[in-house]
T-cell receptor
Framework: AQTVTQSQPEMSVQEAETVTLSCTYDTSESDYYLFWYKQPPSRQMILVIRQEAYKQQNATENRFSVNFQKAAKSFSLKISDSQLGDAAMYFCAYRRFSDMRFGAGTRLTVKP | DADVTQTPRNRITKTGKRIMLECSQTKGHDRMYWYRQDPGLGLRLIYYSFDVKDINKGEISDGYSVSRQAQAKFSLSLESAIPNQTALYFC??????????????FGPGTRLTVL
């Protein structure tokens, strides 16, 4: 079974600074998708960024970017110019067909 | 104008009671999913449905059942609730196969407490 591991239960960053959240996954497949979701206190799951495994180029969405290392099975999220509104739980997820797996999450605190 | 809605948002029930959680979507997606979220475990897939006549078990389906009443509606039932089913439940849709982003869109969640 595919597993997704987020080794940092909690992270903290100063406002306007940069933070990187780690994610590793285990799979024997070559074609899959990876995602980062944000869950603020409202509980809503919000898609932050997605990456197709067949694409070598790292995905970027405004202040959010990923470092996708397929051979190492690593998918980290970098948040630049952190804002107070970035404070939330962040979940890394792996998907291949109907198999969707989430990591346990990283709680990000943003200090003013 | 939420695209994926869940009712109720919060529910407290007693052990042994039957309970139904409902999900509706206006996104026109064929695929719908039910997840549960427990602290420290992330989200785990309970059931998924690729269309009205296609329902499949997920990672943790024991103790749950589902009904896909229409393309837009997907309900999750706990026939006899037990305390370890206390969790946050999410419904989601995805834009496959018509779309190509393979992205899931989540509802706001239902917090269920079983006493």
């Amino acid at each position: 079974a595919q597993t997704v591991t987020q080794s940092q239960p909690e992270m903290s960053v100063q406002e306007a600074e940069t933070v990187t959240l780690s994610c590793t996954y285990d799979t024997s497949e070559s074609d899959y998708y990876l995602f980062w979701y944000k869950q603020p206190p409202s509980r809503q799951m919000i898609l932050v960024i997605r990456q197709e495994a067949y694409k070598q180029q790292n995905a970027t969405e405004n202040r959010f970017s990923v470092n996708f290392q397929k051979a190492a099975k690593s998918f980290s999220l970098k948040i630049s110019d952190s804002q107070l509104g970035d404070a939330a739980m962040y979940f890394c997820a792996y998907r291949r067909f109907s198999d969707m797996r989430f990591g346990a999450g990283t709680r990000l605190t943003v200090k003013p | 104008d939420a695209d994926v809605t869940q009712t109720p948002r919060n529910r407290i029930t007693k052990t042994g009671k039957r309970i139904m959680l409902e999900c509706s979507q206006t996104k026109g997606h064929d695929r719908m999913y039910w997840y549960r979220q427990d602290p420290g475990l992330g989200l785990r897939l309970i059931y998924y449905s690729f269309d009205v006549k296609d329902i499949n078990k997920g990672e943790i389906s024991d103790g749950y059942s589902v009904s896909r009443q229409a393309q837009a509606k997907f309900s999750l039932s706990l026939e006899s609730a037990i305390p370890n089913q206390t969790a946050l439940y999410f419904c989601a849709t995805s834009d496959l196969p018509s779309g190509n982003t393979d992205t899931q869109y989540f509802g706001p969640g239902t917090r269920l407490t079983v006493l």
